[in-house]
């Protein structure tokens, strides 16, 4: 494989990253929060608020990651992320006190933003035009994988060691797995190897001199963009509110064990139904058809959810139609994006719709804590199904 296309290895490594990336920043919050409010006691509505302010710290941070590959470059952009979600991590295990929650929140957060959805795209776009959404999906597919494996081994590693022995574990094999793959493979463009874009032989000859790329005032500005980020916004809204509260919903019927292994079933169908669209996606304006059809889906599993009442099957199929969407949330922005955008926009239009992104959905968390506790759990998920119907119709209009 020594002389073949070295953008596949690319891929295998940002896989890699994502399982742990999505494990400790996208699914993590979700467990450390019922973890410290059922063995602690610790408020669920103030613990919310600090996964809130996870996801905020990484919505401020996340706009300028164009900025920070520029200047000090992929592979050591990464691996500040890495280091910082060892630290986080081990604030989240062994802080003594929930205002510590938030220190540890504010170093996961960095982390999720320097290694999540964003840092992904920028590492596979040198190597991938044509066979992006190919490459997208099969790097995405990792953050599937960490849920499908991360979320059962906290369970695992939480039932047998403790909380904080748990972190302490997940934060060194983050830093011996992350870390030298950072420097060997994903902070490394096509050029160093003498390769081009899809393992062409040359690089295509553009049809005609691109346009100046827009900043992101401009941006913010266009229509188009401004319509996308708000669907995508409050499809994510909905989905992050659910995700971090999914394990605490479900432990009354499933207990610690079975809960982990349903947060295991929703990541198997979310990969499930990013598998599927990347075979099946359109090309240009069309792709946003399967946003919809996303949104719908994860409608269906809202209903289920709600309906549920205690029934273990009810529970199980609300959680597999709830994920044959979470992944399809996190891959067709960047697919969108690079169908309506010019090429040499769709990194930052990509950086900035992430930021605007988690600046709503970092306060889901909250929102559906506080609605748990003031409403009832039933209210908070027929307001999650009312999101995802609402962001299915923006979606379609341009």
Do not use: K
């Amino acid at each position: 494989m020594a002389g073949g296309f070295r953008g596949w290895r690319v891929v295998a490594g940002a896989f890699a990253l994502a399982v742990l990336a999505w494990g400790i920043g996208f699914y993590g919050p979700g467990v450390f929060m019922a973890t410290l409010a059922q063995s602690r006691g610790w408020s669920l509505g103030l613990l919310s608020a600090a996964v809130t302010w996870h996801f905020l710290v990484a919505a401020a941070l996340v706009a300028s990651l164009p900025d920070l590959h520029r200047r000090f470059g992929i592979a050591a952009v990464t691996q500040g992320g890495v280091a910082a979600s060892a630290a986080g991590l081990l604030g989240w295990g062994f802080g003594s006190a929930p205002w510590m929650m938030f220190g540890a929140a504010m170093l996961t957060g960095v982390g999720w933003a320097l290694t999540s959805g964003a840092a992904i795209n920028a590492m596979l776009s040198p190597w991938f035009d044509r066979r992006r959404p190919a490459a997208l999906a099969m790097a995405f597919n990792g953050a599937s994988f960490g849920g499908i494996l991360m979320t059962p081994f906290w369970a695992w590693l939480i039932a047998g060691f403790g909380f904080g022995r748990a972190t302490a574990v997940v934060a060194a094999l983050l830093l011996a797995v992350a870390w030298p793959l950072a420097a060997r493979v994903l902070g490394r463009g096509p050029a160093e190897f003498g390769q081009h874009a899809d393992g062409l032989a040359a690089p295509p000859a553009p049809a005609a001199a691109p346009a100046p790329a827009r900043g992101r005032a401009a941006l913010l500005r266009d229509p188009v963009f401004r319509g996308l980020s708000i669907a995508f916004a409050i499809g994510l809204f909905a989905q992050m509110g659910l995700v971090t509260h999914l394990v605490s919903l479900l432990l009354p019927a499933l207990g610690v064990r079975g809960a982990g292994l349903a947060m295991a079933l929703v990541t198997s169908f979310a990969l499930i139904g990013r598998t599927v669209t990347a075979w099946v996606l359109p090309d240009g304006p069309r792709r946003r058809w399967a946003a919809a059809a996303t949104f719908a889906v994860q409608m269906a599993g809202s209903l289920a959810l709600v309906s549920a009442n205690g029934s273990v099957p009810l529970l199980l199929a609300g959680c597999a139609l709830f994920g044959m969407g979470v992944g399809n949330l996190l891959s067709l922005p960047p697919l969108i994006a690079q169908a309506e955008f010019p090429a040499a926009e769709v990194g930052r239009v990509v950086a900035l719709m992430q930021a605007i992104n988690q600046a709503l959905y970092a306060f889901a968390p909250a929102v559906f804590g506080l609605l748990r506790e003031s409403a009832g759990t039933e209210a908070a998920l027929w307001a999650t199904l009312a999101l995802q119907g609402l962001a299915g119709l923006l979606v379609l209009r341009r």
